[in-house]
T-cell receptor
Framework: SQTIHQWPATLVQPVGSPLSLECTVEGTSNPNLYWYRQAAGRGLQLLFYSVGIGQISSEVPQNLSASRPQDRQFILSSKKLLLSDSGFYLC???????????FGSGTRLTVV | QKEVEQNSGPLSVPEGAIASLNCTYSDRGSQSFFWYRQYSGKSPELIMFIYSNGDKEDGRFTAQLNKASQYVSLLIRDSQPSDSATYLCAVEGSGTYKYIFGTGTRLKVLA
């Protein structure tokens, strides 16, 4: 069966520090991969999605970037965090049949 | 700007009652619709998806879709306190792999 791993679970980082969040999927190949952010009391905002290795689409211009170095690995990065980057970051995957995303357990990021 | 609208709630229902959650969407070309449940502090989990007009039942849950009215709903029968959560409606953008999420409706089931 397919599983999705996301880490770390919580993170407190100072303003201006770098960020790297990792997500891996097991038990499937060529998944669609997504990064979403959920700010406190707000909806899910799509940040990036990828339909294949090296193929990244950005939805929101900001100081974040994403990479997909391997088929089942998706990384979210920042060179310098802003206070506004705080939120709940969720990785998700879906197969090509698009029968719903499966989310990872999320990373709660607090920028101080 | 394609949108998905939900009443934020909270929607309070007594234990054993039917909870009705509603969602409207703006992209007339959307073909796939999803309901997620999110407990506080947790990630969303998929509970239903529906593609065709009409009703789709799965246990205590029924999803209803009316593409002409651009309206999708979720009914929860025999509501339990464990159903207390935020319910997110998601719509797949036409011709894309991307889902647009509503802001969610918070449901409180009172024991």
């Amino acid at each position: 069966s397919q599983t999705i791993h996301q880490w770390p679970a919580t993170l407190v980082q100072p303003v201006g520090s770098p960020l790297s969040l990792e997500c891996t999927v097991e038990g499937t190949s060529n998944p669609n991969l997504y990064w979403y952010r959920q700010a406190a009391g707000r909806g899910l905002q799509l940040l990036f999605y990828s339909v294949g290795i090296g193929q990244i689409s950005s939805e929101v211009p900001q100081n974040l970037s994403a990479s997909r170095p391997q088929d089942r690995q998706f990384i979210l990065s920042s060179k310098k965090l802003l206070l506004s980057d705080s939120g709940f970051y969720l990785c998700a995957w879906s197969d090509q049949g698009a029968r719903g995303y499966t989310f990872g357990s999320g990373t709660r990021l607090t920028v101080v | 700007q394609k949108e998905v609208e939900q009443n934020s709630g909270p929607l309070s229902v007594p234990e054993g009652a039917i909870a009705s959650l509603n969602c409207t969407y703006s992209d007339r070309g959307s073909q796939s619709f999803f309901w997620y449940r999110q407990y506080s502090g947790k990630s969303p989990e998929l509970i239903m998806f529906i593609y065709s007009n009409g009703d789709k039942e799965d246990g205590r849950f029924t999803a209803q879709l009316n593409k002409a009215s651009q309206y999708v709903s979720l009914l929860i029968r025999d509501s339990q306190p464990s159903d207390s959560a935020t319910y997110l409606c998601a719509v797949e953008g036409s011709g894309t792999y991307k889902y647009i999420f509503g802001t969610g409706t918070r449901l409180k089931v009172l024991a």
